[in-house]
């Protein structure tokens, strides 16, 4: 089935911002629209089953710039999360039933008033995720304390590894990242991380190409052998998870020629069960400024939730959990396969 073909994400109208220019693409791509797939498998409009996971965005800020980031993130990112925000998801957290906050960014850690939060948080009573890049453990001084820090507030660290192999790792997050992260895996196993002793450790997979994750539960098993045997590290789970074609991704995936390959693979790969399944049906995503979405994806995309309360300070969780969620065709990417979402496969 025919693609169109894009030059880059340059050559589009100047006068559209970087998400709209992005969007644009994906929108008119020469596919089944994914709209129509959920059409004909009964699940359109795609809707809630409710506000359980809250996932926030602390900022853009990030002391990494990895080929694959969604978000764009980088040291040069000055976009951050004010600590007004916070009070003001703290107080939508007090509207809704939810029983989980998963923080990210960037590095969320670098956020000024990062701890405050995750204390605010930690006195609700919530399950709290954060999403660690480990590098940021060992980069600085003032960020070594980390696995303490999270210990003391039982916080389940997830934590990018694209490979247990330094070269493959390397290529896809930086020279030097390999060997920071398995420094910081082992002083979270050193305060009891990953070790059964009820402090969660889980570490994410993703593709360093073009294609769809290998089987979850096998990778898993390998990732644990191989990092148990050259470094003594455990973990608990691994998540595997689809590279979706926005930002840096798809701007590879343009440069390389393979965005009709990719988009192709990922439309065949849809899978019902997996769209039953996504996480945007249970999850609303925050962006740095207050923003509400459907999910970290559409964030980037700038496709603000469908209801009248798109902001913090007007958050209504009746109206969120009676929308219906937005899509287009970077959605196949939740969907393909055995499914992905931020907590790994969903099928």
């Not at 709209?35 to 926030?56: C, R």
């Not at 470094?231 to 440069?255: H, V």
Request: aromatic share 8%; hydrophobic share 35%; proline share 3%.
């Amino acid at each position: 089935m025919p693609v169109l073909k894009h030059k880059s994400l340059a050559a589009q109208n100047h006068s559209l911002s970087k998400s709209e220019k992005q969007f644009a693409i994906l929108d008119k791509t020469e596919v089944k629209h994914f709209s129509d797939a959920l059409k004909e498998t009964n699940l359109f409009p795609l809707k809630p089953t409710g506000v359980d996971v809250f996932q926030i965005n602390l900022g853009k800020m990030c002391n990494q710039v990895c080929n694959h980031c969604h978000v764009d993130a980088g040291p040069d990112r000055k976009e951050i999360m004010i600590k007004e925000t916070m009070i003001q998801c703290l107080d939508a957290i007090d509207k809704t039933n939810c029983s989980t906050v998963d923080l990210t960014g960037g590095a969320p850690e670098m956020n000024p008033n990062f701890r405050w939060f995750v204390e605010e948080l930690s006195k609700k009573g919530k399950k709290i995720i954060v999403r660690c890049n480990l590098t940021i453990i060992v980069a600085n001084k003032k960020y070594n304390d980390l696995p303490e820090f999270f210990k003391k507030h039982h916080v389940e660290v997830v934590s990018s590894l694209p490979c247990y192999t330094e070269s493959n790792t390397d290529s896809q997050r930086g020279d030097g990242v390999f060997g920071q992260s398995i420094r910081a895996l082992q002083m979270l196993n050193a305060v009891g991380y990953g070790k059964g002793e009820d402090l969660t450790l889980n570490l994410v997979f993703n593709p360093g190409g073009a294609s769809l994750p290998p089987s979850q539960d096998s990778l898993e098993q390998d990732y644990k052998k191989e990092l148990k045997k050259d470094f003594d590290i455990e973990f608990d789970s691994l998540f595997a998870i689809t590279n979706l074609p926005i930002s840096r991704f798809l701007e590879f995936l343009i440069a390389s020629e393979r965005y009709e390959e990719y988009m192709n693979l990922l439309a065949d790969s849809y899978n019902s069960v997996a769209a039953e399944n996504v996480m945007c049906r249970n999850t609303i995503s925050i962006s740095w400024d207050g923003f509400i979405y459907d999910c970290d994806f559409n964030q980037i995309l700038e496709l603000k939730v469908a209801a009248k309360g798109q902001h913090l300070s007007d958050f209504n969780n009746e109206e969120l959990e009676n929308r219906n969620i937005i899509v287009s065709n970077h959605c196949y990417g939740c969907t393909a396969g055995a499914g992905s979402s931020c907590g790994g496969v969903t099928v």
